[in-house]
């Protein structure tokens, strides 16, 4: 502050006419999603500007300083307010706490970051506070260059000695410029205070697709892909997602692949709520190139903010793209701060090959006009053009899996993750959290990659939708999978999986009718997609609706690959009524399928839970057939656990310990390996050695995810396993109340194991504990529920002709 008519040269500014901060220039100091520079007097949460005082923001700073010890309140009045200043400090304190309380979002009662002490003073939490050094003042400088024209004009003044069209104020070092772009510079050092920006945190933007006036094609798509790439990078901007595009060009009656020129894009700006749209264009004058990049206002045609930069060749372009990106995300309001954070360069981020750059970018757009299936090939194209692509190898390990193929995925997902560093911040995340859950199986370390993500990036869709879909599902979180699901909705309400996700989720707790309102919701919107349509196949049967399953095969019809998975569930339908032969021939059509498409993975899997079903009803020999088939076509994780159990069941001991040693040794780090698939293999060898107490004893370590999806894609598996290992150890164990309290979970719940054998098998298992209960109503009871639902079956299945006779006994 001023004192005597002099300035402190160890102040930084506030806005007009407000106090100065004597702060530690060059830190900045990190404590969960808030983010304090002491060198530019910025509160940032997530990357955006938090409003604070001078008052509170000195206490911030005193208490971050020493985190989790105990500041006085004299250590606080001299720091705050000096010796010869008159205040009135108690009650001046509290105000400052209130306020700083109220920026970090804190509550007095129940406090994460600032603890009262009564008649002490007070203490910061977090004692995990992260003391870094700020980015080099050359991004500031340069920030001083693309910020208000006439203060580099007076800046330019000031150096010829001439007279500024502003007020300065020179004291030591210290230079206050007062007026609309406020800056301060300290030993040469130029820091810009807040300034009006085109956006807010709360707008989105479009991205148009750049004017090509090269007539090279292979800018077309190209330079809208990259530039997507950099953009995404930010914490601050929001851009609408590609599949919100697609589906707002349909409304329109546009192609979901038109090509989005500057009145297509501020339609779709429009009609989405953003903002802005962010044109470019691309020229070619001799053998350079000229990148432009503006910001237009969708209502009303206004460029709110543009940038340009120069490549001096082709192979330079991709870097003059990258400086654009910078500029106009600075321009557009992001701060300096997260710039630097977050500014992987293009070619590192994605490739330094504009070809591959383009087979990306058509393998992105196909999969969400034409599907998976189309987009493959282009993500193929990528990598042989660029090895070191490592999004693209990302894209392959996703798309791998939803075919069944794990093998591959596992490959490209490694791949990914070896070249984890040539991506951006954003896809880093994404890529560490696909590895640890398709190749590590470690789905605690895919979870905290996914909340990281989240808390970096509070504004995308993906880490939520991926929580909800592919992670949290295995390890039964199923009310979280919901939330973040319709979190995922909320934010890109135009994309089809996170409806999907909500349907399964819901559909697992039982909740049939808020899943048919998320269907209603996604039907609305006019969303199509596979998931959608299997999620409501699933709710279907869990109503016993067979009209509504038989319109969800419909739709399916046709489709490249989900064919075949459709087949597969007509088969496990068909043999949870006791249709065994229904069921075979569903399964050799889809195998046949599977091998004709050269998918040996996904012919695998289903042969192995052919197996495991076969034996389940009693028949070993071609539970046996069917586990040979599978081993011969793949050794993949799923497969080994379906033949293992399979063989288990069928009293092949020696070779079931084989592949489950063999599971151990090579996936000691995966959730669903170590507490859902070897806790039942072990238990039910333990059971045919006689040791049922072992066994009990063997599935305790599958407690804690016994409700976890165990599926080898999205679709097929066998869920809720352990539980019926453990429901025949109990009866093993002559523990009747303990085995028909295992068997009942199952068929309580009727939404997360569906039509899977153990469905049908557990009304039969609960009639034998509570014959060992002594309940002969009950059991009988239990009993009549199983004999009702294979009235139709076939007869010579040996499970039911051995439940018929004993149930003959109780009559």
């Known amino acids: 502050m001023e004192r005597g008519g002099r300035l402190d ?45 001078e008052q509170p923001y000195r206490l911030l700073v005193a208490l971050l300083e020493n985190p989790g010890k105990v500041i006085s309140r004299e250590q606080l009045r001299s720091r ?132 090509n006036a090269t007539g090279d094609p292979v ?35 546009q192609p979901a692949d038109a090509k989005l020129i500057p009145t297509i894009a501020r339609e779709v700006c429009q009609r989405t709520a953003s903002a802005a749209v962010l044109d470019g264009s691309i020229v070619r004058i001799g053998t350079q190139y000229l990148l432009t990049l503006k910001a237009v206002n969708c209502e009303s045609g206004k460029t709110l903010v543009s940038t340009e930069a120069q490549a001096s060749d082709e192979d330079h372009v991709l870097k003059a793209l990258g400086g ?102 954003a896809e880093r995340y994404w890529v560490t959290a696909a590895y640890e859950k398709g190749v590590t199986g470690n789905i605690p370390k895919a979870i905290e990659a996914c909340d990281l993500w989240i808390q970096a990036y509070p504004r995308s869709y993906m880490p939520r939708v991926y929580l909800g879909g592919a992670v949290l599902p295995i390890v039964g979180q199923y009310e979280r999978a919901a939330e973040e699901s319709t979190e995922g909705i909320r934010l890109s309400p135009d994309y089809p999986f996170p409806y999907a996700y909500r349907i399964l989720a819901y559909t697992a707790l039982n909740r049939f009718d808020e899943a048919k309102a998320t269907y209603a919701q996604a039907v609305e919107r006019k969303l199509q997609s596979p998931y959608l349509f299997l999620g409501m196949y699933n709710v279907a049967f869990a109503q016993n609706d067979t009209a509504g399953m038989t319109q969800q095969v419909a739709k399916m019809e046709g489709q490249p690959r989900w064919g075949h998975t459709m087949l597969f569930l007509e088969g496990d339908t068909a043999a949870y009524y006791g249709h065994l032969k229904d069921a075979r021939e569903f399964s050799r059509r889809v195998m046949d399928s599977a091998q004709l ?9 289903y042969a192995g839970l052919s197996g495991l079903r076969e034996v389940s009803f009693g028949n070993p020999q071609e539970a046996r057939r069917q586990v040979t088939l599978a081993l011969k076509l793949s050794t993949s994780r799923d497969v080994l656990d379906y033949a293992a159990l399979a063989l288990a069941y069928s009293g092949d001991n020696a070779q079931a310990k084989a592949l489950a040693d063999d599971l151990n040794k090579r996936f000691p780090e995966d959730t669903l390996v170590q507490f859902n698939y ?25 407690v804690p995810y016994e409700l976890g999806v165990s599926k080898g894609g999205d679709f097929v598996g066998n869920m809720m396993f352990p539980v019926f290992v453990r429901g025949e150890a109990y009866l093993a164990a002559r523990q009747g109340s303990e085995a028909a309290a295992e068997f009942q979970k199952i068929l309580d719940h009727r939404g997360l194991v569906l039509n899977q054998p153990i469905g049908a098998l557990a009304h039969l298992g609960l009639g034998r504990a509570y014959v060992l209960q002594g309940d002969t109503a009950k059991a009988k009871a239990a009993y009549q529920d199983f004999l009702t639902l294979w009235k139709d079956a076939d007869p010579d299945i040996p499970v039911l002709q051995q439940a018929k006779a004993e149930y003959g006994k109780l009559r």
């Open 219 to 253: 800018f077309d798509g190209t330079l809208r892909q990259g530039l997507s790439v950099q953009l995404e990078q930010s914490p601050f901007l929001s851009i609408i997602s590609d599949e919100q595009v697609q589906q707002t060009l349909r409304l329109m009656g």
């Open 597 to 605: 498409a050269g998918e040996k993975d996904a012919t695998a899997i």
């Open 324 to 425: 654009v990106s910078v500029e106009i995300r600075n321009k557009l309001g992001e701060s300096l701060s997260t710039i630097q954070k977050f500014d992987t360069p293009l070619e590192q981020a994605t490739t330094t090959s504009l070809e591959a750059l383009k087979a990306y970018s058509s393998g992105i757009q196909a999969t969400g006009t034409k599907g998976p299936v189309a987009a493959i090939p282009f993500f193929k194209r990528a990598i042989e053009l660029d090895p070191n692509f490592a999004a693209a190898y990302a894209y392959l390990g996703i798309l791998a899996t939803s075919a069944l193929e794990p093998s591959l995925s596992v490959e490209y997902r490694t791949k990914a993750y070896e070249l984890r560093d040539r991506t951006s911040a």
């Open 9 to 53: 040269s160890s102040s930084i500014l506030y806005g007009f006419g407000c106090q100065c901060v004597q702060t530690q220039p060059g830190i900045v100091y990190q404590f969960g999603p808030f983010e304090v520079n002491a060198a530019s007097g910025e509160l940032l949460r997530n990357g955006r500007r938090i409003r604070l005082q």
């Open 678 to 702: 070897l806790p039942s293999i072990r238990g039910k060898l333990a059971l045919n050695k006689g040791k049922a107490s072992d066994a009990i004893k063997d599935l305790e370590a599958a």
């Open 80 to 211: 705050l307010w000096p010796d010869d200043t008159f205040v009135d400090f108690d009650g001046s304190l509290r105000v400052a706490v209130g306020k700083l309380r109220e920026a970090l979002d804190d509550n007095a009662d129940d406090p994460r970051y600032i603890e009262t002490i009564p008649k002490r003073g007070y203490r910061f939490l977090v004692s995990e506070v992260r003391r870094v050094e700020a980015a080099p003042e050359a991004a500031e400088l340069k920030a001083a260059k693309l910020g208000d024209d006439a203060l580099r004009e007076d800046l330019d003044r000031l150096k010829t000695g001439a007279k500024a069209t502003r007020w300065w104020t020179v004291a030591g070092a210290t230079i206050l410029t007062i007026g609309i772009g406020i800056g301060l510079a300290v030993g040469g050092r130029m820091v810009f205070s807040r300034k009006v920006h085109a956006l807010t945190e709360k707008d989105t933007i479009v991205l148009a697709d750049f004017a």
